[in-house]
């Protein structure tokens, strides 16, 4: 690929994502979105948060000696037991690490 068109596909794919993005902006404005819609987009957070977590827990589990044993899940769920319960952040973050840190040393003594 020349080098013009290398700066060709950059400038493009940036201005194209800088009007995909823009577009929101701009268009928020003028028009509200209906209500099935923002129902609809609450939902996006959580799924978003979800999909950055749930690869994290399960894939280093996969390559344990005993997979029954996963201290990231299990200390996923405490956590989410926690979240629960309590609905405190800061409680979820101090509970659900400090499970898995015990839990990752209880892994070493076995």
Same mark, same amino acid.
Request: net charge positive.
């Given at each position: 690929?020349? #080098? =013009?068109?290398? +700066?060709?596909? !950059? *400038?493009?794919?940036?201005?194209?994502?800088? @009007? /995909?993005?823009?577009?929101?902006?701009?268009?928020?404005?003028?028009?509200? #979105? =209906?209500?099935? +819609?923002?129902? !609809? *987009?609450?939902?996006?957070?959580?799924?978003? @948060? /979800?999909?950055?977590?749930?690869?994290?827990?399960?894939?280093?589990?996969?390559?344990?000696?005993?997979?029954?044993?996963?201290?990231?899940?299990?200390?996923?769920?405490?956590?989410?037991?926690?979240?629960?319960?309590?609905?405190?952040?800061?409680?979820?973050?101090?509970?659900?690490?400090?499970?898995?840190?015990?839990?990752?040393?209880?892994?070493?003594?076995?």
């Amino acid at each position: 690929m020349s #080098l =013009p068109t290398l +700066w060709f596909v !950059i *400038l493009a794919g940036s201005l194209g994502t800088f @009007l /995909a993005r823009y577009s929101f902006f701009w268009l928020s404005g003028r028009k509200a #979105l =209906p209500e099935e +819609w923002i129902r !609809i *987009l609450r939902f996006v957070p959580p799924a978003v @948060l /979800a999909a950055l977590i749930v690869p994290g827990v399960i894939a280093p589990g996969l390559e344990t000696e005993n997979p029954l044993f996963n201290p990231r899940i299990i200390a996923a769920l405490i956590a989410i037991t926690i979240a629960w319960k309590s609905k405190n952040v800061m409680a979820t973050f101090a509970f659900g690490m400090g499970a898995l840190w015990l839990l990752q040393y209880v892994e070493t003594l076995l």
